[in-house]
C-alpha cells in the first residue's frame, strides 16, 4: 500500500469518528445542548503526543502537559467565579430584602377587631 492511500484512509476515518462525536444520536433528535457548549477544549491536548519535539524535552513534557495544566487553571478560575457569582447573587438578594419597606401594621386595636375577612375571603361586607 502507498502512503498517499494510509493518508487518506486515515483522513476520512477521522472524519467519520469526528462527525458521529459531534452528530450523535442526541442531534439527530434535536436535543442537543448547548448549555455547556464550549466548556471543553475541541481537540485534546493528547492529539500533540504525536507531534515531534523541537528540544530537550519530550513530546508529553512539551506539549500535552502544558496544554493540560492551563486547562486545570481555566477550569480552577472559573469555579471561584462562579463561586463569586453566587455569592454575590445572594449578597444583592440579602441587601434588598435589607432595604425593601417594611409593612406595618395597624396601631389601633379597633381596625383589628372581629376582623375575620382572612378567614372568610369570598364574603363581602
Known amino acids: 500500500m502507498s502512503t498517499k492511500y494510509f493518508q487518506r484512509a486515515t483522513f476520512w476515518l477521522c472524519a467519520a469518528l469526528l462527525g458521529f462525536a459531534f452528530c450523535g444520536s442526541e442531534a439527530a433528535y434535536g436535543q442537543m445542548n448547548f448549555y455547556n457548549f464550549g466548556q471543553s477544549p475541541a481537540l485534546s491536548p493528547w492529539l500533540s503526543l504525536g507531534n515531534r519535539p523541537t528540544g530537550v524535552l519530550d513530546s508529553y513534557s512539551q506539549y500535552v502537559r502544558p496544554q493540560l495544566e492551563i486547562q486545570q487553571a481555566f477550569a480552577q ?28 401594621g395597624s396601631y389601633s386595636r379597633a381596625a383589628s377587631f372581629r376582623n375575620y375577612s382572612h378567614y372568610y375571603p369570598n364574603m363581602k361586607r
Open 77 to 104: 478560575q472559573q469555579a471561584q467565579l462562579n463561586r463569586q457569582a453566587y455569592q454575590q447573587q445572594s449578597l444583592q438578594g440579602d441587601l434588598e430584602t435589607i432595604n425593601a419597606p417594611q409593612k406595618r
